[in-house]
């Protein structure tokens, strides 16, 4: 009875787990920013935490006899786990003072983040380690108890993010964590109070799968496999991010898959009477052939998602079907690749050599070098990679580690069959096969209808026949940015830029040309103050609302904050209708998270004006400039005199969303002015 309530614990741990994790990141984008460097640090402590805690707490497990005082400990765990829970908004409260008052740098951010996290995270590697030396009564069952334990703790994080995605909106961040929290201590007490009687450990010897790795060997397999599952989790969020538009959706379909996949792929090794090492090469020659396929098939997803959303004739009564659907049609391709990722650990904890006293402490091994290796994988994926490559090349960097570990395992058992055929098959197709992305530079997803021209006039063809060319288009750490050039009547090239797919204005456009000088007029036409004004620019664009501000005289400093690299190296390409901001001295232009910029109290009182022409509310990361805490930060930033423009679009938004913006910013300012443009 007490193992079914071992098997339900692991599953709720993981749910609050990955609830956890939402929540944290919400939480200290207000502290550390939006931008991928931001959202690294966070993901790499609580990647550390975890890492750490599987170390740590595995080995414990070698010191504790008794299933008694194994389970106490891990009930300690819990209900330290769930008390942070439940206290962390107060906690956060002691935090965001501490950064409000201190200079903007790296080092302050990471001291916050592992302030904040670290510890939750390294209790909660305790979880598999402990559960899986207390799990199994005899020798054989030590492999499957710790294949039922990893997969339904990793389904239990798909249900993490179901209860984060309802609970977040309607309940608040704070009352999540407190409900969550809960969870833990009623697990934390009822481990607490167990009275289970016997040993966790072994006398007989554990069966062994005769390999010629060794221990150092398994652990780098799943070390790199974790890194490249990783980095294939980075990339299909911005490829479909790039073919849906980059939602707050696309996080946790991508994630759900995966965490699906890696949950089942564990549990079907229970299945399995026998496993072998042929199963391991099996597994590994299965991940490089699908990374094969969804290499071929992303450049195409555009054209089919956007033609399943112009079916649907993109009504609201539809969303939930249209997002349904995206989450089929990509599990069909992503599913059996994660499912195979899911079988390593588990396979890999098979092939470890243990004994009936250690088996708690290699699981703790084992994950923690898997979990170096995600770290490592989010932190060059995720991050470092994009400023030297582009998403299809940082693809090609995972199947060639996946092919040197695969080559070298080979090696190493001395195995030589038909599976030598992959890796050549493998470098074929991802080192010769170029991808083609005029899809991802298009925007295709923004259509409202299906053109053969415009998407796809076959299933799998690409098409594009624009009157437009592409001048520039790379992906960065924060988004992918194109630069495109059309021909006017006029005889002036009409340059537009386009983000995530997503146009952000032209250069010949009436509509954009006209929201973007006013938004630099009007805040300089209503100031009372007189010479040497200072301002801010919240996103970049074409350059034109900062340029314009620049222009003026008694403007003595444009601060200009743009959270993508990518877009701040396209503005050269705008110089002729941005009044030459890049050779303006007066205009100081930073990569940063405007939120993280106005929380530092040194700009307190400073600006006289303020304009903020971020994206649309619905893009991921952009959310927290239309938000109350927001618009109090840039009034404390701002003098008593100063203006503040928020513009704001009506295409393609919701007039809820519309409404809940005009209440926050009345909430803030005390007088308010509304402009509507129109053409």
């Known amino acids: 009875m007490f193992k079914k309530i071992v098997l339900l614990s692991t599953f709720a741990s993981g749910m609050t787990g990955l609830a956890y994790q939402i929540c944290w990141q919400r939480y200290l984008s207000f502290l550390v920013g939006s931008e991928a460097k931001s959202i690294s640090l966070v993901i790499a402590i609580f990647l550390c935490g975890l890492a750490t805690g599987y170390n740590f707490w595995g080995k414990r497990t070698s010191k504790v006899d008794s299933k008694k005082s194994l389970l106490k400990l891990y009930g300690a765990i819990e209900l330290g786990i769930g008390a942070f829970a439940i206290l962390f908004p107060l906690y956060f409260d002691v935090l965001k003072s501490f950064v409000y008052n201190s200079p903007n740098n790296f080092f302050i951010d990471l001291t916050v983040t592992i302030f904040a996290i670290l510890l939750p995270t390294f209790l909660m590697g305790g979880t598999v380690p402990i559960l899986t030396s207390y799990f199994p009564d005899t020798e054989e069952e030590i492999n499957s108890g710790h294949a039922k334990i990893y997969g339904l703790n990793t389904l239990g994080a798909f249900l993490g993010i179901v209860v984060a ?33 016997g040993t966790i450990q072994k006398q007989n010897d554990v069966p062994q799968i005769e390999n010629l790795f060794g221990d150092k060997m398994i652990y780098l397999l799943v070390a790199v496999t974790g890194a490249v599952s990783l980095g294939l989790e980075v990339i299909l969020v911005r490829a479909l991010g790039l073919a849906m538009g980059m939602s707050y959706l696309v996080f946790p379909i991508i994630l759900g898959l995966f965490i699906i996949g890696l949950g089942l792929g564990s549990l079907s090794l229970n299945s399995i009477k026998e496993v072998k090492v042929e199963f391991l090469f099996k597994e590994l020659a299965k991940i490089m052939l699908l990374i094969c396929l969804i290499y071929l098939v992303i450049p195409f997803w555009p054209g089919w998602i956007n033609s399943w959303n112009v079916r649907l004739a993109r009504i609201d009564q539809n969303f939930f079907l249209y997002v349904l659907g995206i989450f089929v049609f990509v599990g069909i391709f992503l599913i059996p690749l994660v499912y195979s990722f899911g079988r390593i650990l588990p396979l890999g904890y098979n092939l470890l050599n243990k004994t009936g006293k250690n088996y708690g402490e290699k699981c703790g091994n084992l994950y923690f070098a898997n979990t ?4 490592v994988g989010s932190l060059l994926f995720g991050y470092f990679l994009f400023f030297l490559i582009d998403l299809d090349d940082i693809f090609r960097v995972c199947m060639l ?45 923004r259509n409202r209808s299906v053109y053969p ?29 194109t630069v495109l050039e059309a021909a006017t009547e006029n005889g002036l090239p009409n340059r537009s830029i386009m983000t995530n797919g997503k146009s952000d204005g032209s250069t010949e456009g009436i509509e954009d040309l006209s929201t973007m000088s006013l938004a630099a007029i ?3 036409l209503f100031n009372k103050n007189q010479g040497e004004l200072q301002s801010a620019v919240i996103g970049l664009g074409l350059g034109i ?5 620049g222009k003026l005289d008694d403007v003595k400093r444009v601060d200009v904050l743009e959270i993508s690299k990518t877009v701040i190296d396209a503005e050269p390409y705008f110089r002729q209708a941005n009044y030459d901001l890049g050779l303006n001295p007066k205009i100081k232009m930073e990569e940063i998270d405007a939120f993280k910029h106005f929380a530092n109290d040194r700009h307190q009182d400073q600006y006289d004006i303020v304009v903020s022409e971020p994206s649309n509310p619905w893009v991921i990361g952009v959310e927290n400039l239309y938000t109350p805490e927001f618009y ?48």
């Open 522 to 524: 009007y805040p300089y």
């Open 632 to 679: 109090e930060l840039v009034k404390k930033s701002m003098k008593s005199t100063g203006v503040f423009v928020q513009w704001m679009h009506l295409y393609s938004n919701k007039i809820e969303i519309i409404h809940t913006v005009f209440k926050n910013l009345t909430n803030t300012f005390s007088n308010i002015n509304i402009y509507y443009g129109g053409f």
């Open 545 to 549: 609302t900062a340029g314009l501000l």
């Open 453 to 481: 021209l415009l998407n796809f006039s076959g299933i799998f063809k690409l098409n594009m026949q624009l009157p437009v060319r592409v001048l520039s288009f790379s992906d960065g750490p924060n988004n992918s940015t």
């Open 372 to 375: 170096i290796g995600t770290l």
């Open 165 to 197: 995605l309802f609970m977040i909106p309607e309940l608040g961040l704070s009352l999540t964590l407190t409900l969550m929290g809960a969870t833990n201590l009623i697990i934390g007490i009822i481990f607490f109070l167990n009275l289970q009687s």
């Open 401 to 445: 580690l996946m092919l040197i570990l695969f080559c070298f395992l080979l090696k190493l058992q001395g195995l030589k069959n038909k599976l030598t055929l992959v890796p050549i098959l493998a470098i074929i197709i991802t080192l010769f096969i170029p991808m083609n992305r005029i899809h991802h530079q298009m925007g295709v997803f």
